[in-house]
Nanobody, 124 residues
Framework: QVQLVESGGGLVQAGGSLKLSCAAS????????MGWFRQAPGKEREFVAA????????YYADAVKGRFTISRDNAKNTMYLQMNSLKPEDTAVYSC?????????????????WGQGTQVTVSS
């Protein structure tokens, strides 16, 4: 079992930056894959990025490649999403997720644990 808590969302102007955090607790996450998803009102949940906690595997959705960076701090059991060059289309509730395993997956239904989400709003 793992508990996830996101933070760092807010309102930002297009072209600006935000850094989201996802703090994990409850057990070690060294054998987990963790990812970020986002969901706008009335839209399907969308994969953003994922990372294998032990290293060696990172994957980004095409919509955020070159703009977003996923990372993790092992000592703090915290995952980050650095978001640069933000666009209004990035506006959504961003949630972090985790699953036990070693292989990256973009399918939300495969992830077992979820945070409560943090709102990111990008104005034009």
């Amino acid at each position: 079992q793992v508990q996830l808590v996101e933070s760092g969302g807010g309102l930002v102007q297009a072209g600006g930056s935000l850094k989201l955090s996802c703090a994990a607790s409850g057990r070690t996450v060294s054998s987990y894959v963790m990812g970020w998803f986002r969901q706008a009102p009335g839209k399907e949940r969308e994969f953003v990025a994922a990372i294998r906690w032990s290293g060696g595997s990172i994957y980004y959705a095409d919509a955020v490649k070159g703009r977003f960076t996923i990372s993790r701090d092992n000592a703090k059991n915290t995952m980050y999403l650095q978001m640069n060059s933000l666009k209004p289309e990035d506006t959504a509730v961003y949630s972090c997720a985790a699953r036990l395993g070693m292989q990256i997956t973009t399918s939300a239904r495969i992830y077992d644990y979820w945070g409560q989400g943090t709102q990111v709003t990008v104005s034009s």
